[in-house]
């Protein structure tokens, strides 16, 4: 995961060509603090019942992300780099933008930005407020390199690989100043790493039970005929945002925006209208359930060793 320089979608060109951690979609939130503690180490999916282990909040969360900047960016600095560990904008790209997970349905926002990604698509834009994005693009294409392997080890390094449940395997060196921080705050980097790969992708096992749901599919079927009706044909969301990704070639920037608010104000009175967003979310939090209680033993060691490392991380954010 690019962790170390920006959080979000956004994607860095680098002239590396590397496998990547992606955790998760971003609009797709599993709520771990449903699932079920169990005995058992990170490799283990379920197991006899035991006291779960309370999740931690967001503010804690966001503590342990600016303790892994501080031990990596004193890492990349021992190493001859320039990081930038602290700062609202040292690790993060996000401008505030809402996600929605099965459409928008808000209007008066879709009015306002439309679906809400033209950053991401416009390549690059985001990583405009983050300092280490800018200091990376800055380099000579030796120097980029040779900042990517510092940070998250050199291709040849040993590897950890976890298969997820849903199908793909996902790796990471075991070097590097990433792996050496998170090292530092979690312990076992091979346990750190299965557990937390797990527990944060469980969405792309959750996803296709949601979508592939009687009670959902009903829902978009309605919300297709709405679209049909306004004007506006498409089976899903996410056939609307093609459509318009192909009428918008050849328009200029306000027409393509025009658009864009457009189709996303239709597509937001049509979720309204069908109550998809209600009834996805209902069901998603149904199927949520289900997968957190297959994998609570590996849910319960991520959360655990995340508590696990609050102290430590107070102790360097207040240095």
């Not at 959080?7 to 797709?28: D, E, H, Q």
């Not at 999916?45 to 900047?69: D, H, M």
């Not at 209007?107 to 200091?135: C, I, M, T």
């Not at 469980?202 to 949601?210: G, M, T």
Request: hydrophobic letters at 40%.
């Amino acid at each position: 995961m690019l962790f170390a320089l920006f959080r979000g979608n956004a994607r860095l060109p680098v002239p590396v060509r590397r496998t990547r951690l992606l955790i998760a979609a971003a609009c797709w939130t599993v709520p771990l603090a449903a699932a079920v503690g169990c005995s058992g180490g990170a490799g283990s999916g379920g197991g006899a019942a035991a006291k779960p282990v309370t999740p931690i909040t967001k503010s804690e969360e966001s503590l342990l992300g600016r303790a892994e900047l501080v031990l990596t960016g004193r890492c990349m600095r021992e190493h001859g780099f320039r990081f930038v560990s602290d700062g609202p904008s040292a690790g993060s790209t996000e401008s505030g933008g809402r996600h929605f997970t099965f459409g928008v349905d808000d209007v008066a926002w879709a009015e306002k930005h439309g679906f809400g990604d033209s950053d991401e698509r416009a390549g690059g834009q985001p990583l405009a407020g983050n300092p280490n994005a800018r200091y990376l693009q800055s380099l000579p294409l030796a120097r980029q390199s040779a900042f990517m392997r510092t940070l998250y080890g050199d291709e040849k390094a040993p590897r950890v690989a976890v298969t997820l449940p849903s199908g793909p395997t996902v790796s990471a060196s075991v070097e590097g100043c990433q792996a050496e921080a998170q090292k530092k705050l979690y312990g076992d980097f091979r346990n750190w790493f299965y557990a937390k790969t797990i527990a944060v992708n469980l969405s792309a096992e959750i996803r296709p039970r949601v979508f592939g749901d009687p009670r959902f599919q009903e829902r978009e079927r309605q919300w297709a005929r709405c679209m049909k009706k306004a004007g506006h044909p498409a089976d899903n969301a996410g056939a609307l945002r093609k459509t318009f990704l192909a009428r918008k070639k050849g328009l200029t920037g306000s027409a393509a925006s025009r658009l864009e608010k457009t189709l996303a104000v239709a597509e937001a009175r049509c979720v309204l209208a069908t109550h998809l967003n209600q009834v996805g979310r209902e069901v998603q939090a149904e199927h949520s359930e289900e997968v957190n209680k297959k994998h609570a033993g590996t849910v319960n060691t991520y959360q655990r060793l995340r508590r696990a490392a609050l102290p430590a991380a107070r102790a360097l954010v207040r240095d």
